[in-house]
């Protein structure tokens, strides 16, 4: 099965290929207001190194956010584009991607991204928050083994164990069960005037 990923919703944008449950070929690019200009062809980059056809892919899965409003929107707009071709589309939220594979490893995963006006998306258990950092960390209090995994700039206090991610989340959307994978939605945390409704596409 041939399935591509892509996220949108970060500064880093990027761009992964799936061969039969391997990842062949992944790209990614920090232009994070240049995202609509590059994904497309950033998507046929990464299908030429996987050698893959466009009319191969079986699956798309894209981030539905949280994340910047404009690459939340960009990225379910992709999806919806897929959608209309004819492909399978999915979707997993930023935070549920960037959590994967630390529950392995014995870990409580805590995703956090930077946002806006000094606070913090985060995700404990299925909960998605948008909240000041000291309110995340007297949370972790409350977890077994907790583990900080986060992107971006993000100042911890000291003695807080925590990883900052370095694959590309489109890599990480890959790798996330089948089952925890949604039809197309947006995952909005903070209130906007312009957030579309949060519902199935």
Same mark, same amino acid.
């Given at each position: 099965?041939?399935?591509?990923? #892509?996220?949108?919703?970060? +500064?880093? $944008?990027? #761009?992964?290929?799936?061969?039969?449950?391997?990842?062949?070929?992944?790209?990614?690019?920090?232009?994070?207001?240049?995202?609509?200009?590059?994904?497309?062809?950033?998507?046929?980059?990464?299908?030429?190194?996987?050698?893959?056809?466009k009319?191969?892919?079986?699956?798309?899965?894209?981030?539905?956010?949280?994340g910047s @409003? !404009?690459?939340?929107r960009?990225?379910?707009?992709? $999806?919806?584009? @897929?959608?209309?071709?004819? &492909?399978?589309?999915?979707?997993? !939220?930023?935070? $549920?991607?960037?959590?994967? $594979?630390?529950?392995?490893?014995? &870990?409580t995963?805590?995703?956090?991204?930077? /946002?806006?006006?000094?606070?913090?998306?985060?995700?404990?258990?299925?909960?998605?928050?948008?909240?000041e950092?000291? &309110?995340?960390?007297?949370?972790?209090?409350?977890? %077994?083994?907790?583990?900080?995994?986060?992107?971006?700039?993000?100042?911890? +206090?000291?003695?807080?164990?925590?990883?900052?991610?370095? !694959?590309?989340?489109?890599?990480?959307?890959?790798?996330? %069960?089948?089952?925890?994978?949604?039809?197309? !939605? @947006?995952?909005?945390?903070?209130?906007?005037?312009?957030?579309?409704?949060n519902? /199935?596409?």
């Amino acid at each position: 099965m041939i399935r591509l990923a #892509v996220e949108l919703s970060l +500064p880093e $944008g990027s #761009v992964a290929v799936e061969r039969d449950g391997e990842v062949v070929s992944q790209v990614s690019w920090l232009r994070p207001k240049l995202h609509a200009e590059v994904v497309y062809s950033q998507i046929e980059r990464a299908l030429n190194l996987a050698g893959v056809n466009k009319r191969e892919i079986e699956e798309v899965v894209v981030s539905s956010g949280p994340g910047s @409003f !404009t690459g939340v929107r960009l990225s379910v707009t992709l $999806g919806k584009a @897929f959608k209309a071709a004819g &492909f399978t589309v999915l979707c997993a !939220t930023t935070l $549920g991607a960037l959590a994967q $594979g630390y529950e392995e490893l014995g &870990f409580t995963p805590v995703p956090l991204i930077p /946002a806006r006006r000094g606070r913090i998306y985060a995700q404990i258990g299925r909960e998605l928050l948008d909240a000041e950092l000291p &309110f995340i960390i007297e949370r972790l209090k409350k977890l %077994p083994n907790p583990l900080i995994v986060y992107k971006g700039e993000v100042e911890l +206090p000291e003695g807080v164990k925590a990883v900052k991610e370095k !694959t590309p989340l489109a890599v990480k959307l890959l790798a996330v %069960p089948r089952g925890e994978l949604s039809p197309l !939605t @947006f995952h909005y945390v903070r209130e906007h005037d312009a957030k579309p409704q949060n519902r /199935a596409l």
